[in-house]
């Protein structure tokens, strides 16, 4: 066996994790809160970390390792995604649960948080065997899940399908339908119109909040997207309708920029052929790094976490850094593009669309009764820019970021849950 070199370098689960850490360490100062308060709430509720096998198409039997951690329930069901990626780590999971009650928080849905992942690349899966890595991890974490208790959806590398086969294993366990098990599920199924596209849709209207504040008209902006998955391809296709002109996008496998303003149907008709926004021939090729610090007015971060860093703050030239990523701006470089006056609209905030309409999923199939797209998208709406609203004022009254801001207003809000209902016992 060759020996394992010990790596130097923190795992990317442990930044993001002392990132959030430190974010909130640095709110709850401010909010003068109690060490005992303190030390509760930067704890995670119930930690489940399950190892699993699967049986491959070449007939091996692999053991994969999944997680889901419940950060806080205080304010109801825990809620979160599930991602499948290959750095899937424990302290990652737990840093995204607590972003997660984070956002419930600061735009007032009844939720705690929560997230669970499993460590795979999932692009080396046959759909049989992601089919039957899904089912068996849906039911190692069925301890966990459920309509009243904990309500997964999609997030990095999962999508309406996998949330199907969760919602059918579930189902199978229990001996009845349990649409409400999971959100982000196919519309045949108790989907919610309006779901795919929430999150992106939450980032666009979050970006013509900040712009209405800064004063800035969309209509003469450029923006660049980092990430054409469901948020990134979702904000690209939203802010084009806005008359933004997108330059610049990217995925994991390389960019796209074009001064002049990229074809968005071209680029995503290019992305759902190839798979990528790569090699796109209406613009010329740019690495993720290039993307970043291009000459644009916004900028949307929606790949992953750590990609604004102290190492490239200072070259981020975007007015407006809005973050469809959960975490991809570390403190260090906040600090950096705070003090430039860039505008960061955070992840807790920027982001919670997705899980604004899978509130809406839920309810619908709690009530067995479905509403509209056009009451989706009016509800959606309110939420995401009266939020905004709040935290601005926030942030203007004490002076503060807008990151700051936002957790100041939820972390708030958690504590007043935990004091109006008591201690037990
Ligand atoms: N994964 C999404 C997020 O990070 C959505 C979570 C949900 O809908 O529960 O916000």
Redesign the pocket.
Known sequence: MTPMTPSLQPSEGRVILDNVLRQFNRAADRLGLDQGMRVWLQSTKRELTVHFPVRMDSGEIRTFTGFRVQHNITRGPA???IRYHPMVDLDEVRALAML?TW?CAVVNIPYGGAKGGVCCEPKALSLRELEGLTRRYATEISLLIGPDKD?P???VNTNAQIMGWIMDTYSMHVGYSAPGVV??KPLSIGGSLGRADA?GRGVVYAIISAAKTLGLDLSRCTAAVQGCGNVGSAAIRLLNEEGCKLVGVSDSAGGTYNARGLDIKALLGHNGRTGSVAGFPGGEAITNAQLLELPVDILVPAAIENQITAANAARVQARIVAEGA?GPTTMEADAILDARGTMVIPDILA?AG??IV?YFEWVQNLQEFFWGEERIRGELERIMRGSFNQVVEIQQREGISMREAAYLQAIGRVVQAHQDRGLYP
């Open positions: 809620k979160g995604g997660m956002k309500i959806a999609p997030d959100t982000g999150t959960n982001n997705g899980v899978s």
